[in-house]
């Protein structure tokens, strides 16, 4: 039972890193043409609460979005840890979330099946 609420830690600091960035990246990075088109769409916490993993999705080229987030990475970290109440500021990667891409080529696929 004890893992379980260790679980449910780990999922409130994960969401809580993801607002508390996306508000980063709204106010600090507005200006620039890349990240201001991302939009983060889940988190996952690994590591004791050490590591949060931020997936993202743009209509921008995703190459050059998930290249623009790792170069400004440790100056979201260090906003985030202005704004965290915690100890510890966990480590953040930004990782691409394809979903859409994905269900968009399946549901392709499947009314191609219908012809």
Do not use: C, W
Request: aromatic residues 8%; charged residues 30%; positive net charge.
């Amino acid at each position: 039972m004890k893992k379980q609420n260790n679980s449910n830690r780990s999922e409130k600091i994960a969401s809580k890193v993801q607002i508390l960035v996306a508000e980063i990246l709204q106010h600090d990075f507005s200006e620039d043409d890349l990240i201001n088109k991302v939009s983060l769409v889940g988190s996952q916490s690994r590591g004791g609460m050490q590591f949060v993993k931020l997936f993202f999705y743009t209509r921008n080229d995703a190459d050059a979005t998930q290249k623009r987030l790792d170069e400004i990475t440790k100056m979201v970290r260090f906003a985030l840890a202005q704004k965290i109440n915690q100890k510890y500021v966990p480590e953040i990667k930004f990782i691409y979330d394809d979903t859409l891409e994905r269900a968009d080529r399946i549901e392709s696929i499947l009314s191609n099946l219908d012809k």
